[in-house]
């Protein structure tokens, strides 16, 4: 049998010119084993984000509840990490009735970590992907 490859929703790596991109539902011990996510990455998840995380932990939630003081952040500074998150915002339809529906926004890891997991509970966010310059990594 040769290798199948299953798309899972959220369990993604692409790659562009100068731009790493990972889903967030990969928990971190399937980073380690995953051969298709650059091993400097994979590097970096052993080394510096498990010390303070769990095999078990998704990559989303190591984002949700990452506490600002957290060295981490200043990794995710210098990778010049971003977050492209979903959140619930009121709209208007032209009938002039108000509906709810997901917004994509990106934000960088301090925008992120300046909310606490109360507000991002209250504002219905989703952490979807994390995105990292190949350039930061290599250099990193």
Not at 23 to 32: C, D, H, S, V
Not at 90 to 103: A, M, P
Request: net charge neutral; no cysteine.
């Amino acid at each position: 049998m040769g290798n199948q490859i299953i798309y899972e929703d959220g369990k993604y790596v692409m790659q562009e010119v100068g731009t790493l991109y990972v889903g967030t539902k990969f928990r971190f011990e399937e980073i380690l084993e995953n051969e298709e996510i650059p091993f400097k990455f994979r590097l970096l998840a052993e080394r510096y984000l498990l010390p303070e995380a769990d095999r078990e932990d998704t990559l989303e939630t190591h984002l949700y509840y990452l506490d600002s003081k957290s060295f981490l952040v200043k990794i995710y500074k210098q990778l010049k990490a971003k977050v492209k998150v979903n959140v619930l915002a009121e709209k208007k339809d032209r009938s002039g009735k108000i509906r709810r529906e997901y917004v994509t926004k990106n934000l960088t890891v301090e925008e992120l970590t300046a909310m606490d997991p109360s507000e991002k509970e209250k504002i219905g966010m989703v952490v979807q992907e994390l995105a990292v310059s190949k350039f930061a990594l290599m250099a990193f």
